[in-house]
């Protein structure tokens, strides 16, 4: 209803800023929207001492003039604590950081007064992190003077953007980005350089914290395997969902005596070379694959561009796909 309804109403997301002519017609807009849906309900802030908190925001009442004095939000919580000024890490972020800082404030602030009060706050908050008072101004100044100074137009071409990726290794990155600017700059001026630096080499990166994975422990794996006193004469291709200890010794595996039909055990009771072995710490992985389907794929693809003597089987799967790219090769080919 129009006689309690906000005469001033903005909203972001799920906050609005709302302006009423009484408490009370505050009060009975905030029962009207509730009575809508029981299963949305909504709360209220008022003001008090004659100013609100909205979002990163002071609204606060000017009795000298109609619009309201706004200024930048700082929780009751706040500590004031940023990184260090000494801290390892690229001088860029530094400047950033001061350079975002003062853009808020100034954007928020309704007048210049109210922007130097904030901008004296936050200034104090720099110097308590070890940042030079000297910086500090410098880039007050520089934000200052690019908002109110002309900007030079200048006709240019269109640049390359390049983006290179450093190690970061203290002030001498900062020199050597400096020094590879200056010289595309020089030789390529069409092209627009952008360092990115990123964590050098750490303890972690140089020694390994996890084992090495046991050859026996892979499963899901087309592999190759010989005959150590014949060589490749005597070689099989297989492939396993299983781990390769248990493709060989466990149950029905190439290599254990219960094993009634394979190929690895039927070699070995023919040859009568004591030297003649399947050593399974010897076997070479030809693929990995993620389900049966695809290791009967792989397995058949090595089959059939090599197949062993000791395999009995030409292939695991047909390979009608394989074939028609063969033909279609063969085709091109005369």
């Keep these: 209803p129009h006689y309690f309804s906000p005469t001033f109403y903005r909203r972001y997301v799920d906050d609005t800023f709302c302006l009423f002519k009484s408490p009370e017609n505050a009060d009975q807009f905030m029962s009207f929207i509730n009575d809508v849906d029981s299963s949305i309900q909504f709360d209220k802030e008022v003001e008090l001492n004659n100013q609100l908190a909205f979002l990163d925001t002071v609204v606060k009442r000017n009795n000298n003039n109609a619009y309201p004095d706004i200024s930048t939000y700082v929780k009751p919580t706040d500590k004031g604590l940023f ?26 602030a309704s007048s210049f007064n109210i922007f130097n009060e904030d901008l004296q706050v936050l200034r104090t908050k720099f110097l308590k992190n070890g940042f030079p008072s000297g910086l500090f101004d410098n880039t007050v100044n520089k934000f200052l003077n690019k908002q109110y100074l002309p900007d030079e137009k200048r006709c240019t071409v269109p640049k390359r953007r390049v983006t290179m990726t450093l190690p970061y290794l203290g002030p001498l990155s900062i020199v050597i980005r400096r020094r590879l600017r200056r010289l595309i700059g020089k030789f390529y001026p069409l092209i627009e ?100 389907l695809q290791l009967r794929y792989a397995e058949s693809i090595h089959l059939k561009h090599s197949k062993q003597t000791l395999n009995t089987q030409e292939r695991s799967i047909p390979l009608h796909i394989v074939r028609l790219l063969y033909f279609t090769y063969s085709l091109f080919e005369h």
């Design 83 to 108: 990184y260090n000024f000494d801290s390892f890490i690229p001088d860029r972020y530094k400047y950033n950081l001061m350079y975002c800082l003062i853009h808020r404030v100034y954007h928020i």
């Design 193 to 292: 350089l952008n360092i990115i630096f990123k964590r050098g080499r750490t303890i972690k990166s140089i020694f390994s914290y996890k084992d090495k994975f046991p050859l026996r422990c892979r499963s899901r794996v087309v592999y190759y395997i010989q005959c150590e006193a014949c060589g490749p004469s005597a070689a099989y291709v297989g492939k396993t969902v299983n781990t390769l200890y248990e493709r060989f010794y466990g149950s029905n595996g190439h290599l254990h005596p219960s094993t009634r039909s394979s190929a690895l055990l039927e070699h070995l009771g023919q040859e009568v070379d004591p030297k003649c072995e399947f050593n399974p710490e010897n076997i070479k992985v030809l693929d990995t694959c993620s389900g049966d």
